[in-house]
């Protein structure tokens, strides 16, 4: 008896701490949905431009990799691939000037790093 009565307390008790933990990740849930949906505008923005740019400039179709990664803090760090054949056979200068015209400066201030790579 007092075997099952141990059992069924521990199943009670474990089902209140699921049930806690349960609310507790919800609201965290909410918050970063918030996050990153707001992300999600500056990505948008930042892709279409930088589409843009790369038409302008004769880089036509142009792969473009987005990929982010959460400091401890909360902020994020993004790294950019551009994927053309083209691009890659650009002297380090071209590649310079094309950087800094990709570069976003309502992005870039609402990361902490942000890193534009060619393949």
Known sequence: MN???SLITA??????AFCVSGTVMSKERKDYTQENERY????????????????????QNSGLTITW?????????YRVEIHHRGI?????????????????????NAVSELRIVYS
């Open 69 to 77: 990664t959460r400091e401890n803090g909360g902020e994020r760090s």
């Open 11 to 16: 199943l009670l008790v474990l089902a209140a």
């Open 88 to 108: 890659g056979s650009l002297g380090e200068d071209e590649k310079e000037k094309l950087t800094e015209a990709l570069y976003c400066e309502e992005f870039y």
């Open 40 to 59: 999600a505008l500056l990505e948008d923005a930042f892709t279409e431009r930088a589409r843009g740019i790369l038409e302008e400039r004769g880089y």
């Open 3 to 5: 075997r099952g009565l």
